[in-house]
């Protein structure tokens, strides 16, 4: 009877404490609204290290219930929005507290080239993650593609094979190829279509890049082992329609439309992107070599690459609603994506095509869906799923064996092969992504990425398809927990689950059967990103990850003609390392920012292209990589009237594999603690910009722009096998690029002429394949909001 009574009066002293704390709860109210005085509905506010928060009604008004009285920091936030953060003082007994907060949209005026505060890119820069951030709504009138754009960033190397949709070959911080992972929005690229490529999307897709080099966060759902790319699209919630033309040197057209509209009294978004390329890239081709019948020799002369036309289209369009109480966004898109490619020579430049050609098409349908502020404003969600299906033909009819010239002898039908390739892979892809608050200072994320791709791939000269086709799936789960201490040092742990499933069916002919091959492989990946702030424009930071690249569709089961299969691949594996520090100071109308690091890369069994004695490729587990380097960038801006720009890159990468395939014991391997051959080690960028508003011309400005790009030699082929006099180098190259650029209406209207490689240097890329000379360029472009 006495634990009863005791009971109850315990029970009845907690209700009466619960209803007496009820009562004292003091309301807050306030309403949100945009530039233009419209009340904006379902805007995120939330209490910041408090798990409190709520949405805005239809009227822009929100009503908080705090506890007790103090200070504390509203956190404004809507998609399309900058976000904004508003202290307000709650006091004991008041309920008058009603502040009014407006939200700017998060498109700028990309004339004005002063930016107060910190904004996104900047923000991205102070993060333990070392990442490149760029803001290229700033260069949105120059004519350059985004591959040209990440080539002048720290640590970053992109060298191609040619003009406009050549192939390339992109590396981060001395890793390269499919080790590096390229996103739009945070979805792979190639999603969209082979079409989709860095050296052909125009610079206006983008409003901004950031590049992860060696540690990236697990939102991304990425199996990189040497960085990630995500391309950043315009997110803003006003209509606007962005259309560009450029017309240049060897019959050069790019054009460039994206768009949007919005009804905000339903909260309906329509938006649409568009970008067609087409170049001859028939560029002077200087001192190749031809043979001479008159002279019996062989001889070195000039001449046009007269077999390498190149044009793409790329189409996307969503339709969605924003801002609503079950969804913050939820969209469907679908695109679709073609090309057609003329191929002008092979890896070497001794070798030339004039009757390979490729073209394919994507095709792509998506949904995705976002909503913030559950579960008592603790839990974000967003989901992501398309499906894709992307092809491609490859042929080479022709069995002609063509000189610079344009000349050719027949090739033997015994001895060659015709080729008419035809790939189909048809893809499934879903991401999910979480975001909990745990607690003041307490953060869980964790992301699930599922990528299935079917390998169809048959000669359509002797088949009519691909009865024995592959599939290739990847499962990849990614937990993060971000911890911050004393408000200035934030740590972020990952760990990372990678599984890769892979079925084959091929002729088995000790059974003389078809049989079906399985695999199933899964890897444990982790890291750790910290960053310490010592004030509010500098800090130091540090990440680490043993991470894995999964295995390709083309290593595993090959091209159908020159790639062999192989089941028995295995993924990559990394330790990647970064350390570095930033400043930043700013006095008056003077802006500085300096930000270097040192990086560290030990890869192994990474993927090589074992060439056999029939001329046929198989992808092996072949090599261990080492990179050690640094890099560092500065930049300067005195108001919008000079900018600096000037980075640097060092990278020292070796063969780490001691014996021969790798195997562990046996011969020593005659380029181990060799330099890489063919990566560049030693290169910088430097841009200057002067730029003046026009008082007499309303929102007029002109911008005059210099850009020089330096590489210092580098090998062609490995140092162990040549003698130190007869090494084959890539010379080192200063390539010098100018821009005038003239604005009207702040910005609304736009006229740009550009030249590259001023003074017609001879400039090298992969395998001293030889690339454009001196270029001019024209474009016009119209921003209208």
Excluded at 52 to 75: C, H, I, M, S, Y
Aim: some cysteine; proline content about 2%; aromatic content about 12%.
């Amino acid at each position: 009877m006495y634990k009863k009574s005791t009971l109850f009066h315990i029970f009845t002293f907690l209700l009466i404490s619960l209803c007496v704390q009820a009562q004292k709860r003091i309301t807050v109210s306030g309403s949100v609204y945009n530039a233009e005085n419209v009340p904006l509905e379902g805007v995120t506010v939330a209490v910041k290290g408090l798990a409190l928060g709520t949405k805005t009604e239809n009227d822009g008004r929100f009503t908080l219930q705090f506890a007790r009285p103090g200070t504390f920091t509203l956190v404004i936030s809507s998609v399309g929005f900058k976000t904004v953060e508003e202290k307000v003082r709650v006091q004991a007994g008041s309920e008058a507290i009603s502040p009014q907060i407006v939200l700017e949209s998060t498109s700028i005026d990309f004339n004005e080239v002063t930016v107060r505060g910190k904004g996104e890119a900047q923000q991205l820069r102070e993060q333990g993650f070392s990442v490149n951030a760029i803001d290229t709504r700033k260069i949105a009138n120059t004519t350059i593609d985004l591959g040209q754009v990440l080539n002048r960033s720290t640590g970053i190397k992109m060298r191609e094979q040619g003009g406009v949709g050549s192939d390339f070959e992109f590396s981060i911080n001395g890793l390269s190829g499919k080790s590096v992972k390229l996103f739009l929005d945070g979805v792979p690229l190639d999603i969209l279509g082979s079409a989709m490529n860095l050296n052909n999307i125009p610079v206006n897709l983008a409003q901004r890049i950031e590049v992860y080099k060696g540690v990236a966060p697990v939102e991304l759902g990425s199996d990189a082992l040497g960085g990630s790319v995500n391309i950043v699209t315009n997110k803003s919630l006003d209509n606007y329609l962005d259309v560009s033309h450029s017309y240049g040197s060897f019959r050069t057209h790019q054009s460039a439309l994206t768009g949007q509209y919005v009804y905000k009294p339903a909260g309906l978004v329509i938006k649409g992107s568009t970008f067609f390329n087409y170049s001859k890239n028939n560029y002077l081709m200087r001192g190749v070599e031809i043979w001479d019948a008159e002279q019996y020799a062989y001889v070195l002369r000039d001449f046009r690459r007269f077999h390498d036309r190149y044009q793409s289209l790329m189409g996307q369009l969503e339709v969605g609603l924003v801002n609503k109480k079950w969804a913050d966004v939820l969209f469907l898109g679908v695109g679709y994506t073609t090309y057609d490619k003329q191929v002008q020579t092979g890896v070497r430049q001794s070798i030339v095509y004039g009757g390979v050609l490729k073209d394919g098409t994507g095709k792509n349908v998506s949904l995705r869906y976002k909503k913030d502020s559950l579960l008592n404003n603790r839990l974000s969600i967003g989901l992501y799923g398309t499906y894709a299906y992307d092809e491609y033909v490859l042929s080479d009819t022709t069995l002609r064996k063509y000189s610079w010239d344009g000349s050719y002898v027949p090739g033997n039908p015994e001895t060659g092969s015709l080729r008419l390739t035809q790939v189909n892979r048809p893809r499934i892809f879903v991401r999910f992504n979480g975001n909990y608050h745990l607690a003041e200072n307490h953060d869980l994320n964790v992301n699930y990425t599922f990528d299935q791709v079917e390998n169809q791939t048959y000669n359509r000269l002797t088949s009519s398809g691909d009865d024995m086709p592959g599939k290739l799936g990847k499962h990849i789960v990614g937990a993060a927990y971000q911890w911050r201490l004393f408000q200035n040092w934030t740590n972020t742990f990952m760990g990372k689950y990678y599984g890769i499933a892979m079925n084959k069916r091929q002729y088995d002919y000790g059974l003389s059967k078809i049989v079906l091959m399985h695999n199933f492989q899964d890897y444990f990946g982790y890291g750790l990103a910290s960053v310490y702030k010592l004030d509010d424009n500098s800090g130091v930071k540090a990440s680490f990850e043993h991470t894995y690249r999964l295995q390709d569709v083309n290593e595993v089961y090959g091209d159908g003609y020159q790639v062999l299969n192989n089941m028995d691949l295995k993924p990559e594996a990394s330790d990647n390392v970064n350390i570095g520090g930033f400043y930043g100071a700013r006095s008056g109308r003077q802006d500085w920012f300096i930000e270097a690091s040192a990086f560290y890369r030990s890869a192994k069994g990474f993927i090589y292209a074992n060439q056999y004695d029939n001329n046929q490729l198989q992808y092996q587990n072949l090599s261990n990589v080492l990179v050690r380097g640094i890099d560092a960038e500065a930049r300067y801006n005195y108001g919008n009237l000079f900018n600096a720009m000037l980075n640097v890159t060092y990278q020292h990468a070796l063969d780490n594999t001691k014996y021969v395939n790798n195997s562990g014991s046996g011969a020593v391997s005659a380029t181990y603690r060799n330099r890489i051959p063919n990566q560049p080690w030693l290169f910088g960028n430097l841009d200057l910009g002067l730029g003046k508003n026009l008082r007499n011309a309303q929102g007029a400005r002109v911008q005059f722009t210099w850009s020089t790009q330096y590489t210092h030699w580098y090998y062609r082929s490995w140092e162990g096998f040549a003698t130190a006099n007869s090494l084959a180098t890539i010379p080192k190259q200063l390539v010098h690029n100018v821009m005038l650029s003239y604005s009207m209406q702040k910005g609304r209207y736009n006229a740009s002429l550009e030249c590259r490689n001023l003074t017609n240097e001879l400039v090298y890329d992969n395998f001293r394949l030889q690339k454009p000379g001196r270029a001019m360029f024209l474009k016009l472009r119209m921003f209208l909001i």
